[in-house]
């Protein structure tokens, strides 16, 4: 009887080490980026996930986050203002590409808390610019946006602009905990709880750098204290978390055609900036920094900066598709194995892509004409080969004074980021940190070259 217990014990036992060992295998085989513990949790969880225990016992959807967001916050439904992003998420939660991928045991976790996150933070901004309405009236200096398809400079020459002692950008954590506690404008105290916010978000970032990999880093730096786009923030909105950029871009007119979400979300975000400043002290214009804003969505969002911003300047970066769509799509591989299990079609992602990055810079240029906003501008050889002249080039187009202290903090950032790059470098055996081809995807140069063909000429690519 004895001999009959310990065989069983043994089989239950064996029988999950044996799936736990053989499922380790087929991840690391099929998905070889991930690092060992994400592997574990994946195969560990996935029972829960199958059985819908636990964190999985609901659907991944708009709904259940705010639910959640409003509970968080013993909030009404009121708190939530207008509800037409509710719309706009449905869309994306429900286009085709969504549907048909199958989201990871540490994916579906994560992007759940991305999604409360972003209802959470819609929350409180609401009633904060409710408690203290004197926010809404914080003037704003004309910001200068840089916009251009992802893998074009749009970080570097951000990054660039943001050094100038007389702009401000918006730095990650900012833009992931922007609405501070205190109602009060004291500057110690309010000090005192950015510090605190800046400290919960360090803590979520290391989670999210340990779920993305070495491999999405290796291709877009991003940090606590480092400038970030406007996608953090515009997410209160438009469905455009890092959960769902893959289903944006394989659909872009989800998330770039329902005007009344893009006019709402860019409303919002100016508010933000509005409060951002606001709890620094800057409430005039003559104690205040430009704004230093980037996203390459932007390009189809034009209309919400002229709403927004009707004195913008708008910064456009461009490169030619040859170099710019397979970076874009090894870029959006790394991003969809963060959140998704393995089995994507990289051909099918590479026309994805080529066409989603067409759609985007046409409609742009047709934006960029009917809006009429201020624009100019920058194309990402002269960016990468000269950056001080070309940032110099940019500020005279602006009529912005470049200063000698200006010019000193460019020179160091650049050779302090040369020196971390050639030290990155080292550590990957001296090639380049970002490798990618357009044959990689399905595509050809030539290919490329008559798809963009009106882009490259009209901006002389």
Not at 56 to 82: C, H, Q, W, Y
Request: proline share 5%; hydrophobic share 45%.
């Amino acid at each position: 009887m004895m001999e009959l217990v310990l065989n069983t014990l043994a089989l239950g036992v064996a029988v999950p080490l044996a799936a736990f060992v053989l499922g380790m295998a087929y991840r690391m085989l099929t998905d070889p980026g991930k690092s060992l513990a994400v592997h574990a949790l994946n195969v560990a969880m996935w029972p829960q996930k199958f059985l819908r225990l636990g964190p999985f016992k609901r659907e991944l959807g708009i709904e259940s986050a705010v639910a959640s967001a409003l509970r968080k916050r013993k909030a009404d439904k009121a708190e939530l203002g207008n509800t037409s992003f509710l719309r706009a998420y449905n869309t994306v939660l429900k286009c085709k590409t969504m549907v048909a991928q199958r989201r990871s045991v540490m994916g579906f976790m994560a992007a759940k808390v991305e999604m409360m996150g972003a209802m959470v933070r819609r929350i409180d901004l609401s009633r904060f610019v409710r408690d203290v309405p004197a926010v809404l009236s914080v003037p704003l200096r004309p910001p200068v946006i840089v916009m251009g398809l992802p893998r074009t400079g749009t970080t570097l020459l951000h990054r660039l602009l943001s050094l100038d002692p007389e702009a401000r950008s918006p730095i990650t954590w900012e833009l992931l905990a922007p609405v501070p506690y205190p109602r009060d404008q004291d500057l110690a105290l309010q000090e005192k709880d950015r510090q605190k916010r800046r400290k919960k978000v360090d803590g979520n970032l290391k989670y999210v750098q340990f779920l993305a990999g070495a491999q999405f880093e290796a291709i877009h730096e991003f940090g606590t204290d480092l400038p970030e786009e406007c996608l953090l923030a515009l997410t209160n909105d438009l469905p455009v978390l890092s959960s769902m950029l893959f289903a944006c871009f394989a659909e872009p007119d989800a998330v770039g055609d329902d005007e009344e979400v893009i006019l709402e979300a860019f409303r919002a975000y100016r508010n933000m900036l509005q409060l951002l400043s606001w709890q620094v002290g800057q409430t005039e214009l003559s104690t205040q920094k430009r704004w230093t804003l980037k996203c390459p969505g932007h390009l189809v969002w034009l209309k919400g900066i002229k709403e927004a911003f009707p004195d913008a300047h708008i910064v456009w970066t461009h490169r030619h598709p040859v170099k710019a769509v397979p970076s874009l799509a090894s870029l959006l591989k790394v991003l969809h194995g963060a959140y998704f299990e393995p089995g994507l079609d990289l051909h099918e992602l590479g026309r994805t892509v080529m066409s989603a990055a067409l759609t985007m810079v046409t409609r742009a240029a047709e934006d960029l004409h009917t809006t009429g906003l201020s624009h100019s501008h920058v194309m990402y050889d002269n960016l990468v080969a000269e950056p001080l002249e070309t940032v110099k080039s940019v500020y005279n187009q602006l009529g912005l004074t470049y200063t000698d202290e200006y010019d000193r903090i460019l020179r160091e950032h650049l050779a302090a980021d040369e020196a971390k790059r050639a030290k990155m470098r080292s550590k990957g055996g001296g090639g380049a940190l970002h490798a990618y081809a357009p044959e990689d995807y399905g595509l050809s140069a030539g290919e490329l070259r008559a798809a963009f063909e009106t882009y490259t000429t009209t901006f002389n690519i």
